[in-house]
């Protein structure tokens, strides 16, 4: 059973950091893309970040140079360093894993930026 559990969010001010976490079971870890999604109320979920097995990373333009997405493959965990986050980052943050045709999805965390 395939299981995506995000921890890390919280309230922050503007300006501030947080770090989320989703850890994996139930997969083959190493062979899985890693994708942090946010959706604000009223809104589409959107990519924030994906880092593919091989370790490249695709950033959102609107967190480019803020966002930090890593994986340790010894921990099946995929991280999200957040910082100089913006009110506009309040959101629920959803963990991804995709591999061929499988997608799974974390139960999500809540993120709000107070200004």
């Known amino acids: 059973q395939v299981q995506l559990v995000e921890s890390g969010g919280g309230v922050v001010q503007a300006g501030g950091s947080l770090r989320l976490s989703c850890a994996a079971s139930g997969i083959l870890f190493n062979r899985f893309a890693m994708g942090w999604y946010r959706q604000a109320p009223g809104k589409q979920r959107e990519l924030v970040a994906v880092i593919d097995s091989g370790g490249t990373t695709t950033y959102a333009d609107s967190v480019q140079g803020r966002f930090i997405i890593s994986r340790d493959n010894t921990k099946n965990t995929v991280y999200l360093q957040m910082n100089s986050l913006k009110p506009e980052g309040t959101a629920v943050y959803y963990c991804?894993?995709?591999?061929?045709?499988?997608?799974?999805w974390g139960q999500g965390t809540q993120v709000t930026v107070s200004s």
């Open positions: 991804n894993a995709r591999w061929s045709w499988r997608d799974n």
